[in-house]
């Protein structure tokens, strides 16, 4: 079993940045693929990214390319999500989820990942 701990969320104004991590435990880290998802009020959950388990590969959502950066570190069972030139419209709750790493490629799909954190708040003022 799992358990995936997210921290770094807070306010910030537009344009800013914020550096999220997902702190996993119980589990061998490097077997998960990561994704990064986000629900805005009033939204559905959607992806926002994901790493596979050796960092070779990450995806990123239309809405974050260029802006967010996904990252790992599986000597510290840790995954990151660099957030930078924030905009109002990131507002949300970030969770991130794993799943194991044999499956390939279908990374914004919820139902591949078994483990998810409790969400953390971002909020971007304009």
């Known amino acids: 079993q799992v358990q995936l701990v997210e921290s770094g969320g807070g306010l910030v104004q537009a344009g800013g940045s914020l550096r999220l991590s997902c702190a996993a435990s119980?589990?061998?880290?490097?077997?998960?693929?990561m994704g990064w998802f986000r629900q805005a009020p009033g939204k559905e959950r959607e992806f926002v990214a994901a790493i596979i388990w050796s960092g070779g590969n990450t995806d990123y959502a239309d809405s974050v390319k260029g802006r967010f950066t996904t990252s790992r570190d599986n000597a510290k069972n840790t995954v990151y999500l660099q957030m930078n030139i924030l905009k109002p419209e990131d507002t949300a709750i970030y969770y991130c989820a794993a799943r194991f790493k044999y499956y390939s490629g279908y990374y914004y799909r919820e139902n591949l990942y078994s483990y998810w954190g409790q969400g953390t708040q971002v909020t971007v003022s304009s």
């Open positions: 119980g589990g061998t880290f490097s077997n998960y693929d």
